[in-house]
């Protein structure tokens, strides 16, 4: 049962370009979104949140926007640099309730970006 | 910066025999918990644990798992006699309070157990 999905396993942009990755939710009890990056060997690593009462969440090169009646969020990056190369995770979680705080993670897209 | 560290980095052990990870949070956190990923998959929720007992648990965390906060600043979980399907990585993250702003939470590195 994947309550948050995220259906491309990788993606690959050129230096400079826009990275959108996308994420998709089934659980109507979600209501706070955080994406994570993940180097190989390494735990992973908060990027952005945002929360279900906003649209948009932006932070230098990293903008979140939710859509709540798609049950859709995507992550942008722009300019996308070679060091943003790794895999990236959304995760969600209710904001009420014994299960607050605690993160579903989708799969994971591994993003390349090339020089 | 503040980190949470994970010990040991990588831990090979005998289907069947116990082990322990060891995990030392933030020192003002407050709500501890522990993940998994296995190779290839989606990171896990096992269980979350607040004011020195288990807030929640999932489907995955049996009872051949527990956890343990034994002083003020470990934070353990033990999985009793391991089968080969609990080889994964074991990931140990801390935050600092209930509110929303707080859930971007940190993770350590992690501790990758291998049951051979």
């Known amino acids: 049962d994947q309550q948050v999905k995220q259906n491309s396993p990788s993606l690959s942009v050129q230096e400079g370009r826009i990275s959108i990755l996308n994420c998709d939710y089934t659980n109507s009890m979600f209501d706070y979104f955080l994406w994570y990056k993940k180097y190989p060997a390494e735990g992973p690593t908060f990027l952005i949140s945002i929360s279900s009462i906003k649209d948009k969440n932006e932070d230098g090169r990293f903008t979140v926007f939710l859509n709540k009646s798609a049950k859709h969020l995507s992550l942008h990056i722009v300019p996308s640099q070679p060091g943003d190369s790794a895999v990236y995770f959304c995760?969600?979680?209710?904001?009420?309730?014994?299960?607050?705080?605690?993160?579903?993670f989708g799969k994971g897209t591994k993003l390349s970006v090339k020089p | 910066e503040p980190e949470v560290t994970q010990t040991p980095s990588h831990q090979v052990t005998q289907m069947g025999q116990e082990v322990i990870l060891r995990c030392v949070p933030i020192s003002n956190h407050l709500y501890f918990y522990w993940y998994r990923q296995i190779l290839g998959q989606k990171v896990e929720f096992l269980v979350s644990f607040y004011n020195n007992e288990i807030s929640e648990k999932s489907e995955i965390f049996d009872d051949q798992f527990s956890v343990e906060r034994p002083d003020g600043s470990n934070f353990t979980l033990k999985i009793r006699s391991t089968k080969l399907e609990d080889s994964a990585m074991y990931f140990c993250?801390?935050?600092?309070?209930?509110?929303?702003?707080?859930?971007?939470?940190?993770f350590g590195s992690g501790t990758r157990l291998t049951v051979v």
């Open positions: 995760a969600a979680s209710p904001s009420y309730g014994g299960s607050q705080g605690n993160l579903i």
């Open positions: 993250a801390s935050r600092p309070g209930r509110t929303i702003a707080n859930y971007g939470y940190t």
